[in-house]
């Protein structure tokens, strides 16, 4: 499937900082540790509505890593799925009367629009559910070969993964057994199916049913469970053992759970990511921004009123990453203002910007702390030193801003336009 346009990354002279990351499967910040070639898989959006704003904190956090990474002089292959085949895609488009398939296509290219508004790095690797149709099928029968899957035999005989078909079960979200329980429930599982041997046993490959759409496979014509997209999408690409495994903080289990045990067991591999990264939810009036609750703003619909979406970017980076937080009127008019503040400094002689771009870089190669990164900017901005003035230190510090934030300090200051 076809990305979206790269946005330039400047080259940031100066000492890059090793990328410190909290992976969720040891509950702690520790080294990102990629070749000359760092992997990067973050679970993209099921099309069925526009891109809200909790999905652009997600995708501007994994953002970030990526320019650390590129800063830090390696290649960054970076894969991205979209799952546009599953039920609530179905299901939104029945109840607007519309083809699925039309109802993906128009979502996808309004993501893609979004994602090129706030300057996204794009992946490498773009790639539908439905195109990856054949890989889903070839790791499930891989999954039944080795005895970590089982196929129904009923009317509907779908297949489903062993949740104890890998030793670590559990290790990437570290939860206990009540707590994922209700969240299989929750969140697309299936516990109560009959002839299931455990509540939790996920599935792999949905069985045809009529008004669905189906793929011929060896164990019958169906459809691909949710996880195992994401395994077969990702392994296949990335290979197993890669760097970052990434998503909203709300797929770490069942999704990340399962996607995970599903390639350890078609591949022998003990992890299939050397990090786990998590970004939080966004709230809007103290409840989680999400379609169900249909409480959403639309990055869309903030771009076509006017607003900046390098204010957009500032807004969602003035809380940290793994923070859940809201979003409000007030958040935006105050990165508003920092982005007016910034792009006038920039502008103009400025203070020597080594050291501003130096605690940027530490301060975002520790975890994404972006309040510690945009402090170090405000900093700079303020600073006026007269004596050392220089119309080069602006450029300087605008093209660090430009490559590791991705935010341009070379539009014209001021508000939604």
Same mark, same amino acid.
């Given at each position: 499937?076809?990305?979206?346009?790269?946005?330039?990354?400047?080259?940031?002279?100066?000492?890059?900082?090793? #990328?410190? &990351? !909290?992976?969720?499967?040891?509950?702690?910040?520790?080294?990102?540790?990629?070749?000359?070639?760092?992997?990067?898989?973050?679970?993209?959006?099921?099309?069925?509505? *526009?891109?809200?704003?909790?999905?652009?904190?997600?995708?501007?956090?994994?953002?970030?890593? !990526?320019?650390?990474?590129?800063?830090?002089? !390696?290649?960054?292959?970076?894969?991205?799925?979209?799952?546009?085949?599953?039920?609530?895609?179905?299901?939104?488009?029945?109840?607007?009367?519309?083809?699925?398939?039309? @109802?993906?296509?128009?979502?996808?290219? @309004?993501?893609?629009? /979004?994602?090129?508004?706030?300057?996204?790095?794009?992946?490498?690797?773009?790639?539908?559910?439905?195109?990856?149709?054949?890989? +889903? =099928?070839?790791?499930?029968?891989? &999954? @039944?070969?080795?005895?970590?899957?089982?196929?129904?035999?009923?009317?509907?005989? /779908?297949?489903?993964?062993?949740?104890?078909?890998?030793?670590?079960?559990?290790?990437?979200?570290?939860?206990?057994?009540?707590?994922?329980?209700?969240?299989?429930?929750?969140?697309?599982?299936?516990? /109560?199916?009959?002839?299931?041997?455990?509540?939790?046993?996920?599935? &792999?490959?949905?069985?045809?049913?009529?008004?669905?759409?189906?793929?011929?496979?060896?164990?019958?014509?169906?459809?691909?469970?949710?996880? =195992?997209?994401?395994?077969?999408?990702? +392994?296949?690409?990335?290979?197993? $053992?890669?760097?970052?495994?990434?998503?909203?903080?709300?797929? *770490?289990?069942?999704?990340?759970?399962?996607?995970?045990?599903? *390639?350890?067991?078609?591949?022998?591999?003990?992890?299939?990511?050397?990090?786990?990264?998590?970004?939080?939810?966004?709230? #809007?009036?103290?409840?989680?921004?999400?379609?169900?609750?249909?409480? &959403?703003?639309?990055?869309?619909?903030?771009?076509?009123?006017?607003? /900046?979406?390098?204010?957009?970017?500032?807004?969602?980076?003035?809380?940290?990453?793994?923070?859940?937080?809201?979003?409000?009127?007030?958040?935006?008019?105050?990165?508003?203002?920092? @982005?007016?503040?910034?792009?006038?400094?920039?502008?103009?002689?400025?203070?020597?910007?080594?050291?501003?771009?130096?605690?940027?870089?530490?301060?975002?190669?520790?975890?994404?702390?972006?309040?510690?990164? #945009?402090?170090? +900017?405000?900093?700079?901005?303020?600073?006026?030193?007269?004596?050392?003035?220089?119309?080069?230190?602006?450029?300087?510090?605008?093209?660090?801003?430009?490559? #590791?934030? $991705? +935010?341009?300090?070379?539009?014209?200051?001021?508000?939604?336009?």
């Amino acid at each position: 499937m076809r990305s979206w346009p790269a946005p330039d990354v400047p080259t940031v002279p100066g000492d890059p900082v090793p #990328l410190r &990351l !909290h992976d969720t499967a040891d509950g702690r910040i520790r080294p990102v540790a990629p070749g000359p070639v760092a992997g990067l898989y973050v679970c993209g959006i099921t099309p069925y509505d *526009a891109t809200h704003l909790g999905h652009a904190a997600t995708y501007l956090a994994f953002d970030l890593i !990526h320019r650390v990474l590129l800063d830090n002089g !390696h290649r960054v292959h970076y894969v991205q799925n979209i799952t546009d085949v599953d039920d609530p895609l179905f299901e939104r488009a029945e109840r607007d009367g519309v083809d699925w398939r039309e @109802l993906g296509a128009e979502q996808v290219e @309004l993501f893609r629009s /979004d994602m090129t508004a706030l300057r996204v790095i794009p992946p490498r690797d773009y790639v539908g559910a439905v195109e990856s149709v054949p890989e +889903v =099928v070839e790791m499930v029968g891989r &999954l @039944l070969e080795a005895g970590a899957a089982y196929q129904l035999d009923d009317e509907h005989p /779908d297949v489903y993964f062993r949740r104890d078909a890998t030793a670590a079960f559990g290790y990437e979200s570290n939860l206990d057994e009540a707590t994922m329980a209700r969240l299989f429930a929750e969140r697309g599982g299936d516990p /109560d199916r009959p002839g299931k041997r455990d509540p939790l046993d996920a599935l &792999l490959w949905r069985a045809h049913r009529e008004g669905e759409p189906a793929w011929a496979a060896p164990f019958g014509a169906g459809r691909p469970g949710w996880h =195992v997209e994401c395994s077969a999408i990702a +392994v296949n690409r990335l290979g197993a $053992g890669f760097d970052i495994q990434g998503g909203g903080s709300d797929l *770490a289990f069942p999704h990340h759970e399962f996607s995970a045990a599903h *390639a350890e067991a078609a591949t022998g591999a003990p992890r299939m990511a050397g990090h786990y990264v998590h970004a939080a939810m966004i709230g #809007l009036d103290g409840e989680k921004m999400s379609k169900s609750l249909g409480n &959403l703003v639309f990055v869309s619909r903030l771009t076509a009123a006017g607003e /900046d979406p390098a204010a957009i970017r500032l807004a969602l980076f003035a809380g940290h990453y793994r923070q859940d937080r809201s979003w409000s009127a007030g958040l935006l008019a105050a990165a508003r203002e920092r @982005l007016a503040a910034w792009r006038a400094a920039a502008a103009a002689p400025g203070s020597p910007a080594a050291p501003a771009v130096a605690a940027l870089r530490a301060a975002l190669a520790e975890d994404l702390d972006t309040p510690a990164a #945009l402090a170090a +900017v405000d900093a700079w901005a303020a600073a006026g030193e007269p004596g050392a003035a220089d119309p080069a230190e602006g450029r300087a510090l605008a093209a660090a801003v430009d490559a #590791l934030l $991705g +935010v341009d300090l070379g539009a014209p200051a001021g508000g939604p336009r």
